[in-house]
């Protein structure tokens, strides 16, 4: 019989709708629920797409006995972290401090007023690697509740009053200059892998937010050292099993040093991330490669991830049946010499092997291998790599698909349209244009109220019950400005100075410093507040670049006054971990530069007009603005007082306050950009 997340839209709830484990959603209700039984609350965060998280529950939460253990002893809540990123930081703060690690499953035990007193992530059914059994974990905790409630008490209360006496030091006044973003850049050498690219050793996460300030340095500074690091990293994951070969887009992570072995989960955000980073590298070096896996990106995310209502699912599962009726992880994307042989016949088969690097040894488990393009496999014949490849996708479409997570999260939403926007534009790809403005309108129309509040997901076209974070706020204004810059509708700015201006008023706190929720969210053992980046932009230094832009386009004072405050905390955190802060080095940079402010006047089918806009989209100089339309046009601040030149069209350059003489010459733009 379901139990009552049966009535949950999260489709990672929806998964354990059927477990013997009788789940509560987070609510007010369950914990009263376990004060009214004098009984702990069992936490349970994770998502659709993690691996861990489906072993568990068939190991544990679909067993009986576990089960029934379970529910006698304990309330049990179960939360998708990406519906409720505020818990799970909360709460993974909590597991970080007392353990020094953290991840999911998360598994945390909780006093009926949500104190927690007992960590860990994914426990096994019986004892194994040295880990407890969850059941001995369960037995344990509800002796400990049952015999010495007066030291479980004392041990939530003091890690509650640890995490509510953590603070941030915010860099004093000032912005990041000069000189943070130079020791951020020697940071990041220092950490750079110059064999394989990337930072770090395994397992090895793309660094989109990093490649991102790489990228913007050089193209402020001239710094050399800072391309090569962000476009070798680049082909050094175009090239490894992290990308996939045949459809595009970008698994999770790499459990190896070289990319070679990923972790097959594909995200929304990442992909929408490193299609924007390789469309980028090609402003800045026109490789042909940056081109190619910009284009297949995007097409992977309309194609894989569009949801009928025009927006975009969260993640493929990592996990799908191998063909005997077991769910396997990478089982959808390895192959083994003998499948080559079978879809593409022995001659093509070996030329195959050779150029994805498919060994009878394998790269992956079993004897199968990832595709990847091994530097040292020598160049194919395009002619016929092309349609191998082709045969080989139509076969992999036979095989039994990942499950996808529905669910439209606004903030990776907001990721995506500012991605296809900006690919559309750059690659003359109007069709993806398009497919940002539809996800764009979802946005307003299903996840903005009349007051311009947010819902953080939807489903099937329907809202969700929770509240916007920080994030959702920044990264869809990002989207929107990205969308205005685009499209030239200003319509998206309007929304874009809604959503910054429910950031000023509702996510504020002293000194520049930002909340991750609104002032009148949920109360929570803590309030999160966080600056770093993860697998997404942090919401703090994404509403910072957000706040930045909208300011360059209105010239309002009080949004530039909030990013710079907001900055401050780069100042303190970039020199000393620029891994982990690189949006807020990115948007560092584009305040350092300006940032520019670009507005093309003139009429739509002028040719001279229309080379002005393009000149202007392959600016690479950090966080430029662009407005563009007829003189004097209401859509944008940026066109006003904003003549012709000699009845022609003209482009305007504007930064630090300061306005260069209009320019009618594309060449003589592209010389201010």
């Known amino acids: 019989m379901p139990n009552r997340l049966a009535h949950e839209t999260s489709p990672y709830l929806l998964q354990h709708a059927d477990n013997p484990v009788d789940w509560w959603p987070w609510s007010a209700e369950a914990f009263e629920e376990a004060r009214r039984r004098n009984v702990p609350v069992l936490l349970s965060v994770g998502y659709s797409s993690c691996h861990w998280c489906h072993v568990m529950a068939h190991e544990s939460f679909e067993d009986d006995a576990i089960a029934a253990l379970v529910n006698e002893h304990f309330v049990a809540v ?3 972290r990406e519906e409720r990123p505020d818990i799970d930081a909360v709460y993974m703060e909590a597991v970080q401090a007392a353990t020094g690690q953290g991840g999911w499953p998360m598994t945390v035990f909780l006093t009926p007023d949500a104190a927690p007193f007992y960590f860990g992530t994914y426990f096994p059914p019986e004892p194994r690697h040295g880990m407890p059994s969850f059941p001995e974990v369960l037995v344990g905790v509800k002796d400990a509740w049952a015999d010495r409630r007066d030291e479980v008490g004392e ?27 130079a020791q ?3 940071g990041l050498t220092r950490e750079y892998d110059a064999t394989h690219g990337g930072f770090g050793g395994a397992p090895k996460f793309p660094p989109s937010m990093a490649l991102e300030f790489l990228l913007r340095h050089h193209a402020r500074t001239g710094a050399e050292g800072a391309l090569q690091m ?11 099993g992290i990308y996939d070969q045949l459809g595009g887009g970008f698994a999770r992570y ?3 040093r070289a990319w070679v072995v990923p972790h097959f989960e594909k995200m929304l955000y990442d992909n929408a991330l490193l299609c924007r980073v390789y469309a980028h590298l090609w402003k800045a070096t026109g490789s042909d490669l940056a081109r190619r896996v910009a284009l297949e990106t995007a097409d992977f995310l309309v194609r894989e991830l569009r949801t009928p209502e025009g927006g975009f699912a969260s993640a493929l599962d990592a996990d799908s ?8 992880e990478g089982a959808y994307y390895a192959w083994t010499p003998a499948q080559l042989t079978e879809v593409l016949g022995a001659e093509d088969a070996a030329l195959a092997a050779a150029h994805y690097g498919v060994t009878e040894a394998g790269t992956f488990e079993h004897g199968s291998s990832v595709l990847q393009l091994p530097r040292d496999a020598g160049v194919a014949d395009a002619g016929r790599i092309a349609p191998i490849a082709a045969r080989l996708l139509a076969a992999r479409e036979e095989r039994e698909r990942p499950g996808r997570d529905d669910k439209v999260v606004a903030a990776w939403n907001g990721l995506a349209i500012a991605a296809l926007a900006e690919t559309g534009a750059l690659f003359d790809r109007p069709d993806l244009v398009e497919r940002a403005t539809e996800a764009a309108d ?5 996840h903005m109220d009349e007051t311009a509040r947010l819902t953080r997901t939807s489903k099937d076209g329907r809202a969700g019950t929770n509240a916007g974070v920080l994030e959702d706020y920044a990264d869809v204004a990002e989207g929107f400005l990205a969308l205005a810059a685009v499209t030239g509708e200003g319509t998206w700015l309007e929304f874009a100075g809604f959503l910054l201006d429910l950031v000023l008023d509702r996510f504020t706190a002293e000194g520049g410093a930002l909340y991750d929720t609104a002032h009148d969210a949920e109360t929570l053992i803590r309030r999160p507040q966080d600056p770093t980046d993860n697998a997404t ?6 509403a910072a670049g957000a706040l930045l832009s909208y300011a360059g386009q209105t010239g309002s004072e009080a949004h530039r006054a909030a990013a710079e405050g907001a900055l401050g905390v780069v100042k303190a955190l970039g020199p000393r971990a620029p891994r982990f802060i690189g949006w807020g080095l990115a948007v560092s940079e584009a305040l350092l530069d300006g940032p520019r402010e670009i507005a093309v006047v003139g009429a739509p089918g002028d040719e001279t007009f229309r080379e002005l806009r393009r000149t202007a989209l392959l600016a690479t100089a950090p966080g430029a603005v662009l407005a563009f339309g007829a003189p004097d046009s209401e859509e944008f601040p940026l066109l006003r007082d904003r003549p012709l030149v000699a009845g022609g069209s003209a482009a305007y350059v504007c930064r630090h306050f300061t306005c260069d003489a209009p320019v009618t010459d594309p060449d003589a733009l592209r010389r201010k950009l």
Do not use: Q
Request: proline share 3%; net charge negative; hydrophobic share 40%.
């Open 442 to 446: 979802l946005l307003v129309r299903v």
């Open 230 to 240: 962000a476009a070798d990293t680049c082909e050094a994951m175009a090239r490894g």
């Open 321 to 328: 049946d191998d063909g005997t009726g077991k769910h396997v």
């Open 254 to 256: 790499a459990v190896d």
């Open 537 to 542: 932009p942090s919401g703090w230094t994404a």
């Open 155 to 181: 041990v939530a209360d003091r890690i509650v009053k640890d995490l509510a006496g953590r603070s941030l030091a915010y860099g004093g006044d000032g912005v990041p200059g000069e000189e943070e973003l």
């Open 184 to 186: 951020a850049l020697l």
């Open 78 to 80: 179960k939360v998708d």
